[in-house]
């Protein structure tokens, strides 16, 4: 699962600067999108939920619930910094944040 998840947040990652860096040519936003959901799926909620599973037997609910509730945490804190970033660098600022 490790490498799995690994190859996947290169791959966002590498959508996002790609994103940042996307010029006044558009066309290739559908694609850039597509390429990054794809991705995306290698590093989602299924791929490190099996990890949790994997990693831990006893307290494995309690581990599992930890994890999930990383993505609202981050849900939480995320959207002022990027308001920041936004503001201050303009959407390419935001994008690599």
């Known amino acids: 699962v490790r490498p799995v998840m690994a190859v ?3 791959l966002v990652a590498l ?3 790609l ?3 996307l010029s006044g040519n558009k066309a290739w ?3 850039l999108f597509a390429f990054m959901a794809t991705a995306g799926t290698a590093c989602g ?3 490190y939920t099996r990890a949790v599973n994997s990693w831990f037997e006893r307290h494995r609910g309690l581990a599992l619930g930890v994890a999930i ?3 609202s945490v981050f849900a939480l804190f ?3 910094i990027l308001g920041w970033a936004i503001g201050a660098h303009g959407a390419s600022g935001g994008y690599y944040v």
């Open 69 to 71: 509730a990383g993505t």
């Open 45 to 47: 909620v299924i791929v």
């Open 15 to 17: 959508g996002y600067v």
């Open 19 to 21: 994103l940042a860096n």
């Open 78 to 80: 995320v959207p002022p």
């Open 8 to 10: 996947g947040l290169v």
């Open 29 to 31: 936003l559908p694609l």
